[in-house]
């Protein structure tokens, strides 16, 4: 009968590191499968972050207005600052109220909330974190409120969207 040539501590060592090293596996992949993902923003076609939450359309939609119709970051993060009293929960749905009602706070000339809203929707716009409006979206970036079933129907008119929108948006001077 031959012995192997592999001493009995030498054995001991390697069973011993190969547990350990399948303890390490299980606490790590039980880490990475039980741990929630990180929070991943929404984004447009262009890769340009969108506001998520009623404090950010707000922010959004007096940015829009005093800005002259262009996004600013610097005005947009003092108005999430300054109103921090607004909520700041993830919630898509309050977005473009929250838009409209900062927008309206700004001196949007369209007194009408529901009249802000159904432009929004009409024309697929979504307000973004620096304070813009984009309506840039492809398959891989759909607009925002297509996953909660209340989006308007596509436009599959020839000539898209209508003049007297985008001047009732732009709040006619």
Avoid at 47 to 56: K, N
Avoid at 139 to 164: H, I, K, M, Q, V
Wanted: proline share 6%.
């Amino acid at each position: 009968m031959r012995t192997s040539h592999v001493s009995q501590k030498s054995r001991r060592k390697n069973w011993f590191l190969a547990g350990l090293g399948i303890v390490v596996l299980l606490l790590f992949g039980y880490a990475g499968f039980v741990k929630a993902p990180g929070h991943v923003s929404l984004l447009d076609a262009n890769r340009t972050r969108l506001a998520e939450t009623y404090r950010e359309g707000w922010a959004s939609g007096w940015t829009l207005i005093k800005a002259g119709a262009a996004g600013n970051a610097r005005m947009a993060q003092e108005q999430r600052d300054l109103h921090s009293a607004h909520s700041d929960e993830y919630d898509p749905a309050a977005v473009l109220p929250a838009f409209c009602t900062g927008a309206i706070a700004a001196g949007f000339k369209g007194n009408l909330q529901a009249d802000c809203l159904d432009v929004l929707r009409d024309l697929r716009l979504w307000p973004t974190y620096d304070g813009g409006l984009t309506r840039a979206w492809n398959n891989a970036f759909p607009y925002p409120l297509g996953a909660f079933g209340t989006a308007p129907p596509p436009d599959d008119s020839r000539t898209g969207p209508r003049e007297e929108q985008l001047r009732r948006l732009g709040g006619e001077n």
